[in-house]
């Protein structure tokens, strides 16, 4: 059983659109992340939650929005794609908020904007 | 602000030699260090953590990292290189409060294991 699974692995969508990518975990963690990895293959921290409450957000663009209906799911909502928007997103968990626990990722979301 | 700095973009090591992927850090307070590996088209895998007593840590794949204070150096190792093991090794750390706990990445490592 996948512990981190997100949806769609794969994403090519125009310029303008608006588009969601989901996430869901079954390690029973209270703890969930975004992450964007670029081009260059950097990565970086987008939103954490934790029991549904946003506790990070950084510098990113208000057209991206979470949402955690649950502290099994973290969705991303992306408004008016924009072409620097294409890279890879990365879904995350972990239990609770000490710094020794081990965050698991996701398989990836590759989007793609043209 | 905390970071991470892997001054290899590129290994190339033959198959049954030892391997390193070296991995440096900066943070306030004692540090909470981690490797990843991701495979092409593939998410980030947990191999290994540092997070207080031995300073050589085992993991997965028969990979170790070794914590060293003095130097702030996390380097991951491995004492016989697998082709299997060609892929791109990120080094991070944690600090202990506040937006240190953020997992902060290193720029990346590809391993290319030459058979």
């Known amino acids: 059983d996948t512990a981190v699974s997100q949806t769609p692995k794969y994403l090519v969508t125009q310029m303008g659109n608006d588009k969601s990518i989901k996430c869901e975990q079954n390690?029973?963690?209270?703890?969930m992340y975004w992450y964007k990895q670029d081009s260059k293959k950097f990565l970086k921290i987008m939103f954490s939650?934790?029991?549904?409450?946003?506790?990070i957000n950084e510098t990113v663009p208000n057209r991206f929005s979470p949402k955690s209906p649950d502290k099994a799911h973290l969705n991303l909502h992306i408004n008016s794609l924009e072409l620097g928007d294409s890279a890879v997103y990365f879904c995350?968990?972990?239990?609770?908020?000490?710094?020794?626990?081990?965050?698991?990722f996701g398989e990836g979301s590759w989007l793609t904007v043209v | 602000a905390q970071s991470v700095a892997q001054p290899e973009d590129q290994v190339n090591v033959a198959e049954g030699n030892p391997l390193t992927v070296k991995c440096t850090y900066s943070v306030s307070g004692n540090p909470y260090l981690f490797w990843y590996v991701q495979y092409p088209n593939r998410g980030l895998q947990f191999l290994l953590k540092?997070?207080?007593?031995?300073?050589l840590v085992k993991g997965s794949y028969g990979f170790e990292a070794e914590f060293n204070k003095s130097q702030t150096s996390f380097h991951l190792k491995k004492p016989s290189a697998l082709v299997s093991d060609s892929a791109l090794y990120f080094c991070a750390v944690r600090g202990l409060s506040g937006s240190a706990r953020q997992l902060t990445f290193g720029s990346g490592t590809q391993l290319t294991v030459l058979p």
């Open positions: 390690l029973g963690h209270d703890t």
């Open positions: 995350a968990s972990q239990e609770g908020l000490i710094s020794g626990n081990t965050i698991y």
């Open positions: 939650y934790n029991n549904k409450e946003l506790i």
């Open positions: 540092y997070i207080t007593g031995d300073n």
